[in-house]
């Protein structure tokens, strides 16, 4: 079952906001299913209300289960296509560990769009054999146009033993469509590495803010605007702000200095 503090499973009608968990407490998934999800706040989330003023510090754990997506605040986010879902000032304070997905602030979401506005990461996140990011693990198969990340933040150690992406704000973005990904205004500050590996290593898909920026298995474009914003991390990679490409990527008034970004 998905498995969270506040509400394992929130429906279409579900509205959270102003909560805080404490540090005192621990959330560990031991049971799951595909697409579930262990969060400190919300395990899945069906509803497209928005989500604000959470502050998670709980420490969350799945390492029992590959198919169960892994946050620090929400586990997955599913809705269809068509639905937006606006999430903003959430902070998580707390360590993640997760096996296949995993996010500081949300492990995956699915099919719908995810807007993300002064949302923060303090906590350390790991996953064991998948695509980890600060904010968010992965987006799936999104189809509208425009997603946007607005003064978010990870500071954070973010890190995984897997292949397959680590990114400080986003691990892996997918779509069919021609989808642009807007990063405004956004800083990390925390170090983006595979674990064991000695710096600097090259690897095409770990990156300051976005991890594997090509998709999984994306048939659109995939493109990142980056705009004021802020690297002082140590992304153990030559590749700067995206690891694995992008179909386009504008990067105009930043700060990088770990000296991958020219």
């Given at each position: 079952y998905p498995d969270a503090l506040v509400t394992g499973y929130k429906d279409k009608d579900g509205n959270i906001h102003w909560i805080t968990t404490p540090s005192s407490m621990h959330v560990e998934m031991r049971l799951g299913e595909n697409?579930?999800?262990?969060?400190g706040v919300i395990g899945y989330d069906r509803s497209s209300l928005d989500i604000e003023y959470i502050k998670n510090y709980a420490s969350v754990e799945n390492m029992v289960n590959l198919n169960v997506k892994?946050?620090?605040v929400i586990g997955t986010i599913e809705q269809s296509h068509e639905s937006i879902v606006n999430v903003s000032n959430v902070y998580n304070y707390g360590s993640v560990r997760g096996m296949k997905q995993?996010?500081?602030?949300?492990g995956r979401t699915k099919f719908c769009t995810v807007n993300m506005k002064d949302c923060t990461n303090y906590g350390e996140v790991?996953?064991?054999s998948g695509i980890v990011g600060g904010l968010i693990g992965a987006i799936y198969d999104v189809r509208e146009l425009e997603t946007y990340f607005t003064h978010c933040d990870n500071h954070g150690h973010v890190y995984t033993s897997g292949t397959t992406g680590a990114g400080?704000?986003?691990?892996?973005?997918?779509?069919?469509?021609?989808?642009?990904a807007y990063f405004n205004d956004c800083d990390n500050t925390g170090v983006?590495?595979?674990?064991?590996?000695?710096?600097?290593?090259?690897?095409n898909k770990i990156g300051d803010f976005v991890g594997n920026g090509a998709g999984g298995g994306a048939t659109g474009s995939l493109n990142y605007y980056f705009d004021m914003c802020q690297?002082?991390?140590?992304?153990?990679?030559?590749n700067g702000f995206v690891g694995n490409g992008g179909t386009v990527v504008r990067i105009t008034n930043c700060l990088d200095a770990t000296g991958k970004v020219t």
């Open positions: 697409d579930f999800g262990s969060g892994t946050g620090g995993v996010g500081g602030i949300l790991y996953c064991q400080g704000i986003l691990g892996q973005f997918d779509s069919t469509k021609n989808v642009t983006i590495e595979k674990e064991g590996a000695t710096a600097p290593v090259e690897s690297s002082y991390g140590t992304s153990k990679s030559s």
